[in-house]
């Protein structure tokens, strides 16, 4: 398959602005695993889902990752951060009018500068003069999605962060999570439904378009993921219970197959490249709750992988004409895996 393959219609005004006045205020399309489709809303989840469930979350929190600089000369410097390094280096996403030079540093509010190490690919390798976490916590904004046209606000800072975010390395939410509040892990707990949570620290890389059209010569982006042996322990109660393990999100997903590549679940702390997409066969994961994503990206592929290829288009061409809110911001969407 192609990278044209996975492309669909979307109006811009569908793509969500702003997150919806309540968490859990938002639609949830149920894609069957006969093809049929159904629209509820998000609290409805718990009647899809059944006593013995698995529901694994992603417990990463997004760092305030974006942060303007200036060089000696007054020229503007952008710099979202990527991934954080040994020491005080880190990995950034950097925007400025002339490239940078390791003889002039870049000057960071709060009295901290920046100075150039290095190139990775599209990637810049920078050192800061003081430690990168606590300085991004202090002076970094939240870095929303590029299809957010407006500036941040400060509802961002709590809106775009799962109500269970813990571990700091994420510079993207795993959105799917966005839609829970307390009360309704609270329902779904009391409707017999286990929780257990992994670390995926989502890249800016997730936001990136595919540039080849062959889907074979893509490079996918790494990420940094954690599956403990609590999870391996909870998913094989899970399947002696006859339950299912439902994924909430994309990066869950790629978590839990990436500690599978041996074949079955084992802890797994290092890095993945994990690229799904239609024809892959998965292993560890029976269910998923995501958002809807954006044409001919890799988070599509993995749902089509995921759902069916037809299945999951008919249903996204179902969302645009019902008028569904689309991307980070917008409503969500349960898939069973497909038998296909």
Known sequence: ????????????????????????????????????????????????????????????????????????????????????????????????????????????????????????????????????????????????????ERTTESDDATRYQTVYAKEAGAVAAPTAGLHFDDAMIERCKRAGIRTAYVTLHVGAGTFQSIRVDDLDQHRMHRERVRVDQDVCDAVAETRKRGGRVVAVGTTVVRSLESASASGTLQPFNGETQLFIRPGYRFRSVDALLTNFHLPESTLLMLVCAFGGYEAVLRAYRHAVIQRYRFFSYGDAMFLEKSET
């Not at 639609?27 to 809303?41: F, T």
């Open 1 to 148: 398959m192609r990278r044209s393959d996975f492309a669909y219609e979307l109006p811009t005004e569908l793509i969500a602005q702003r997150p919806a006045l309540e968490r859990s205020g938002s639609r949830l399309l149920h894609l069957r695993r006969d093809g049929a489709i159904e629209d509820l809303q998000f609290v409805d989840l718990t009647r899809l889902l059944r006593p013995d469930d698995l529901l694994i979350f992603n417990d990463t929190r997004v760092i305030p990752a974006r942060v303007i600089g200036a060089k000696p000369t007054g020229g503007q410097v952008e710099i979202l951060l990527e991934r954080i390094l040994e020491g005080q280096r880190i990995l950034a996403h950097v925007h400025a009018s002339k490239a940078l030079r390791a003889e002039v540093p870049v000057h960071l509010p709060g009295g901290v500068e920046a100075r150039f190490i290095g190139r990775h690919d599209d990637l810049f390798e920078l050192e800061l003069s003081g430690d990168p976490l606590e300085y991004f916590e202090r002076n970094g904004s939240m870095p929303l999605p590029p299809y957010i």
